[in-house]
């Protein structure tokens, strides 16, 4: 008897855990009562946080909606995948790490995997086309943006909901701002993301919102494409002070197609995602026929080569290749030989990381301009392309290469030559040379600067300039700190040169203000400013004025016009020596993944970003058997390069 | 050191050192090694410039001038002459029989002409070359075209002159200390005693990776850091030895002779612990040699580019598919230290005290 009522009072308490465990896993569809519950839950805190500003969380009637909104929905734009995909299989992904935690904000949040659960794979309200640079649906249905760019309108697709069954309304989106503002999720950078960029965000009814932006830029929908994705409020409805703990392993409801059921999680080992059958997205144009593996098994492997071989013996569905040495030499096996792997290479035209070499004009001698252009001249990086690059990647031309047409047209690094650079280096007045062969002035002041560098890879890189420019008559010497104090010397203008690559921007068109203007060179007692990305210290009051234009500009003409204007200053000034772009992004899959016609889009990064792919289980067969019996097929390399620039 | 006058007891064990063969060849191997490396020498054996030109009836010695720009040899760049295509060139003019002094030029260029840190890239091939008779890279090439052999050759060099320094130091340190509290033991010997203990539980190796941070390390500044944390583990040895010879009769009868400190602890005491000191001798080198090589392996040590095996090291562990990278590297280290300790053990046996000891 007793046994018994042990028995069932253990049952319930599972049924319990159960109920819990479905309840805090956004992978499970909740149905019934727990469904009816979850639509109906409202947060009291974030009602009293909603109260107490009222002045950023509007209510309003659907007809107080402004006159003459321009509504769009992009329709009209290409589709970029195929119809021909079918959906099925199992994927194998690679990360480098375990994730620590499944949640998006927060302490150790910004791991490799994220991206797999939310960037890529999670809906915002519009996104980017990778053909056009235009927007396509994504949460939202329809969009307008106001007269004056600092207001958005969004109608949301009523068939929008989470993957626990719950639809997407209003709410969700009062409730970042609730939930991204709070001191419970650590992460200060949201905090005033979502403080300073947005300022008020209307509620119309439950399916129209609009969201106000601080600043009028022209490219306004920019603030939703990555940003704003829409919250479960309901399965945060334990949100409090141990957020970052109680939250640690639970997957949070998604829009997005791929979900994760908590007995998929072995910790430390591998994670497995499923595709959810029902789809909300699943026929809508630009989500159809995406997304298409059943299952995707992300297995830890730390150290890249290792990857390398694992894909190679076919561990790995697909491989990212990163380097020259990779595409050649590593994949350089018989299964790429005997055609069970393809290496595919596809030019794309997005901003490109800039390797450039940054002359410090605060310096003694470099604040000569016959020394940086001497400089320009006789740092061969043709030579870096030619050997160290084998020759797989381009020369940059500006410093702000692959902003398509808010990049210069037609201004070129200045290639390397010994004459010009002697030429102009004899114009600073270093006409002797020295024993060793450096060149001097009169006063004895050898031609000889420190290259700073944080990147251990690119050592040899420099190593080959110091050679070459030793021809020219110039000294490098190379400093290779660690990484945190390269970073640290260079932002307290402490270099002479810098090697380094710094983050391309997120607008539509270059950044000026932090790399060239003087409020980022000099304090306002004339002492140099630390802490600062404006590694050439550039200060000219004309470059300032441009640059207060060009961020002030809502006009996108404007914009491009001072972007050439500077751009070409910035090439005369000579203190930004550019260095190398990888025009294009390689990987390698093995040949029963297949992909749509033209394999990307414009504007993809990495060939895994659009997910477009799918996995065709006829030819896999084939293939392990081919494998099996030694059958080769032919050895494919696959170029795409309809929008490679010459 | 003026009366410093070697035991005969130690004279007997130099030449008991000569009798063991595998110690003594060893020692002759390295100290050839030590000599074709040397600063000024091995620049003859391993350099880009050549050792002798005679271009137009007048002889140049390259090696240690002032550098010779292209224009002094008939080329029409004002760089350095490189003295390869040089070679080429007058064996092409030479060829042609241009009627003047063609023919009569030549250029003697070293063994290996190549320097450590230029680039021989070979059109169209890239990455590291394996090596090959014709090209000269006679242990082939790393990623970037420089020659295996010259970095091997430059990285022993500096190696050595960092392990020798680096054992002078210690030895000057540890021995003058270690003596000096030994023998004057008391309170100073206390002292000192606590100031080692703390100073041994410093971790190195953070020191170095935080001054690796903060500048720029060279050689000496490196040689500088190993002294200031290596000279501890000496003390302890030369302390123990001055100790029990101190309490020895031949030191109290030459102090009742009259006889000073310092001629007590130079002519009597010195000479008598010099067999235990010797023994260290190798291993401090091999010691310098591995530490060195670690922390060059670990990004911490010489600057790129400097030369150093190291380096080597990690760029073969990286390309592991040109295997001649990582076993030169290999080979090369474990050859060095295979002798040292050879020599190390060698010098062992023949300073063993058990074997001479007069106090049987």
């Known amino acids: 008897m007793l046994s018994a009522l042990f028995l069932a009072s253990c049952g319930s308490d599972k049924d319990e855990e159960n109920a819990a465990e479905r309840k805090y896993s956004g992978a499970f569809r909740l149905e019934g009562e727990a469904l009816n519950a979850a639509v109906s839950y409202r947060s009291e805190a974030a009602a009293a946080f909603y109260a107490e500003n009222s002045d950023f969380f509007k209510e309003a009637n659907i007809d107080d909606l402004p006159a003459g909104l321009k509504w769009e929905n992009g329709e009209g734009q290409e589709v970029f995948a195929s119809a021909d995909a079918i959906r099925g299989g199992e994927e194998t992904i690679v990360v480098a790490d375990f994730p620590r935690t499944l949640r998006v904000v927060g302490d150790d949040s910004s791991n490799s995997f994220r991206s797999f659960i939310h960037d890529d794979h999670n809906m915002p309200l519009v996104k980017k086309h990778p053909g056009t640079g235009q927007h396509y649906p994504g949460i939202a249905r329809e969009w307008a943006v106001s007269e004056d760019k600092k207001t958005v309108f969004f109608r949301i697709d009523p068939d929008a909901e989470f993957s626990d069954g719950v639809p997407v309304r209003a709410n969700h989106f009062s409730y970042i701002f609730y939930f991204m503002r709070s001191t419970w999720i650590n992460a200060p950078w949201y905090n005033n993301w979502h403080e300073e960029k947005y300022t008020h965000l209307t509620r119309y009814d439950d399916l129209t919102i609009s969201i106000g932006l601080k600043d009028a830029k022209p490219d306004s929908l920019r603030f939703f494409e990555e940003d704003l994705f829409p919250l479960p409020e309901h399965f945060y409805d334990e949100f409090g002070e141990d957020f970052l703990t109680r939250y640690t392993w639970r997957f949070a409801p998604t829009t997005g197609p791929y979900v994760i059921f908590p007995k998929d999680i072995r910790k430390g080992k591998s994670i497995t995602q499923t595709r959810l059958d029902t789809w909300w997205a699943n026929d809508k144009k630009f989500w159809r026929n995406r997304y298409n593996p059943d299952t995707r098994k992300f297995t830890v492997i730390r150290d890249p080569d290792k990857t390398a071989e694992a894909f190679v013996a076919g561990d790995l569905d697909m491989f990212r290749v990163r380097t020259p040495e990779g595409w050649e030499d590593k994949l350089d096996k018989p299964n790429v030989e005997k055609g069970y792997i393809v290496r595919a290479q596809y030019y794309n035209q997005t901003p490109r990381p800039c390797y450039s070499l940054r002359i410090n004009k605060s310096k003694p001698l470099l604040d000569d301009l016959n020394v940086r252009l001497g400089l320009n001249y006789a740092s061969d990086f043709e030579l870096v392309l030619e050997q160290f690059f084998r020759g797989a990647y381009q020369r940059m031309r500006t410093s702000s290469d692959g902003y398509g047409e808010y990049s210069h047209p037609d201004l070129r690094a200045r290639k390397f030559s010994v004459e010009k650079a002697r030429e102009h280096f004899a114009k600073a007045g270093f006409t002797k040379s020295g ?128 972007a050439h204007e500077l751009e070409g200053k910035i090439h005369d000034d000579a203190a930004f020596i550019p260095g190398w772009v990888r025009p294009y992004f390689q990987c390698a899959y093995w040949r029963w993944i297949q992909w749509p016609e033209g394999f990307a889009a414009r504007l993809a990064r990495e060939h895994d970003e659009l997910c477009v792919h799918w996995i065709d289980s006829d030819i896999k067969k084939e293939t392990l058997e081919a494998m099996k019996t030694g059958k080769a097929f032919k050895k494919q390399t696959m170029i795409f390069d309809r929008y490679k620039i010459e | 050191m003026k009366g410093f006058k070697l035991n005969p007891i130690t004279v007997k064990k130099l030449k008991r050192f000569r009798g063991i063969r595998r110690g003594y060849y060893s020692f002759l191997i390295f100290l050839f090694l030590l000599i074709i490396t040397f600063w000024g020498i091995g620049e003859y054996f391993v350099n880009s410039r050549a050792l002798a030109v005679s271009y137009e009836g007048k002889l140049y010695f390259p090696t240690h001038s002032a550098f010779h720009p292209g224009t002094d040899f008939g080329f029409d760049y004002s760089y350095e002459t490189n003295y390869r295509d040089l070679k080429e060139k007058f064996a092409e003019d030479s060829e042609s029989q241009v009627e003047n002094s063609g023919g009569s030029n030549w250029v003697l260029m070293p063994m290996v002409p190549f320097n450590p840190f230029e680039n021989d890239f070979i059109e169209g091939k890239y990455g590291p070359q394996p090596p090959t008779w014709e090209g000269k890279h006679f242990l082939g090439t790393d990623n970037v075209g420089r020659d295996i052999l010259a970095r091997l050759f430059y990285g022993f060099r500096y190696a050595m002159t960092f392990a020798l320094l680096y054992m002078v130091a210690v030895f000057l340190i540890g021995v003058t200390l270690g003596c000096a509290m030994g023998y004057f033991g008391g309170t100073f010997d206390l002292l000192a005693q606590r100031v080692i203990e703390i100073w041994q539980n410093i971790p190195f190796l953070y020191i170095v990776i935080i001054v690796a941070a903060i500048i720029r390390p060279n050689l000496f500044i490196l040689l500088l850091i190993f002294v200031v944390f290596g000279w501890t583990s000496l003390t302890y040895y030369m302390r123990t030895e001055s100790y029990r010879e101190k309490s020895r009769d031949y030191v109290a009868a030459a102090r009742v002779l009259g006889a000073g400190n310092w001629r007590i602890i130079v002519r009597h005491i010195l000479p008598n612990t010099i067999s235990t000191l010797v023994t260290f001798l190798p291993f401090v080198v091999a010691s310098a040699i591995t530490s060195l090589t670690a922390l060059d392996f670990l990004n911490f040590g010489l600057p790129a580019p400097t030369p150093s095996w190291g380096e080597l090291l990690k760029r073969g562990v990286q390309n592991l598919n040109d295997p001649w990278i990582v076993t030169s590297a290999f080979s090369g280290l474990v050859f060095v230290l295979t002798i040292v300790t050879f020599i190390g053990e060698a010098i062992r046996e023949a300073f063993d005290p058990k074997k001479y000891t007069v106090y049987r």
């Open chain 1, 435 to 562: 024993p060793d062969g450096i060149l001097m002035n009169e006063k004895g002041e050898r031609l000889s600067f420190t290259i700073v560098t944080g990147y251990r890879k690119l050592i040899d890189v420099l190593g080959i300039l110091q050679q070459s420019a030793r021809k020219a008559g110039v000294d490098f010497q190379i400093d290779n700190p660690e990484t945190t104090a390269a970073w640290k010397k260079v932002q307290e203008k402490k270099h002479e040169i810098v090697l380094s690559a710094l983050n391309h921007s997120v607008e539509t068109y270059p950044r000026y203000w932090d790399f060239w203007h003087s409020y980022n060179a000099y304090k306002s007692d004339g002492s140099l400013k630390p802490e600062t990305n404006n590694f050439t210290v550039s200060a000219y009051p004309e470059w300032d004025e441009l640059i207060d234009r060009y961020e002030k500009s809502t006009d996108l003409d404007e914009i491009k016009k001072i």
